[in-house]
């Protein structure tokens, strides 16, 4: 068995696709979708990050506010901005860029923004609407990643599923996201004894463990769904997975590949929340 590649590259193209639509409805209601994205600092990857996700808010329709500030912008002026924002009837949804410098409360800073602009659903009160299964902002990763699975047809229902990870941006809501489309779903992290035992068990098995290579050919059950989150470089400067794809993809039924699977599908479903949340506010006015 050779696995099928889940192609995210061209899922969040037709993806976008239907977004473009829903911003020209909502500009032609005087209401184009706004994204503000706040970079503080000078770390390279978070700045390559924060182009992309501006990018693509121009390319569909969508209005986006780039504001960078020196990594000594104290945390009293950043939560002033951060407030002025959430007043603002032109900008629908807001994202500070992590990591922040180390003088910076990061949680602090996720719960100034106001929920119905928080399009990371990092927030306790968006973690509360998930717990609870109330519509709210899903946090981008694990949402594109339910897309994912969902695209390849396999009837989550019923199903298996594993998680590597528990971390509260992808671990913890992606067991959530599974659980809510009726997966029995087991977390499972360091302090897992033996992984495997649990993994050979998985029809549908999500790597989010930061680790390069963690999940192996004989981890895997014939058939199974992989989704790979992780992204980490070898020793060469190249870009791979949590999961051995050419191990892995003789035994899977499904799988994503690093990179090209899951990261186009995070900023898509930015965008998506995006878009959402600009729907949302029609309905408060």
Known sequence: MTAKIIDGVALSRQIREDLGLRAQALAAQGRRPGL???????????????????????????HSVFEKYDAGLAEADLLERIRALNADAGIHGILVQMPLPRHI????????????????????????????????????????C??????????????????????????????LLLLQASATVTVCHSATPDLGLHTRQADIL???????HTVTREMVKPGAVVIDVGINRNEEGKLQ???????????????TPVPGGVGPM???MLLVNTVEAAERSLLHT
């Open 105 to 144: 409360d990061p949680h602090r800073v996720i719960q100034t923004i106001d929920v119905h602009k928080d399009v990371d659903g990092f927030s306790t009160l968006s973690a509360g609407e998930l717990m609870s299964g109330l519509p709210g902002f899903r946090p981008c990763t694990p949402y594109g």
């Open 241 to 255: 997975g949590d999961v051995d794809l050419d191990g892995v993809r003789e035994v899977a039924g499904w799988i």
């Open 146 to 175: 339910m897309k994912l699975i969902e695209s390849t047809g396999v009837d989550i229902r019923g199903k298996h599923a594993v998680v590597i990870g528990r971390s509260n941006t992808v671990g913890k809501p992606m067991a």
């Open 36 to 62: 503000a994205v706040i970079l503080v600092g000078d770390d390279p990857a978070s700045a390559m990050y924060v182009r992309n996700k501006v990018k693509a808010c121009e390319a569909h329709g969508l």
């Open 206 to 212: 999500v790597a989010a463990v930061g680790r390069r």
């Open 266 to 268: 995070t900023i898509t």
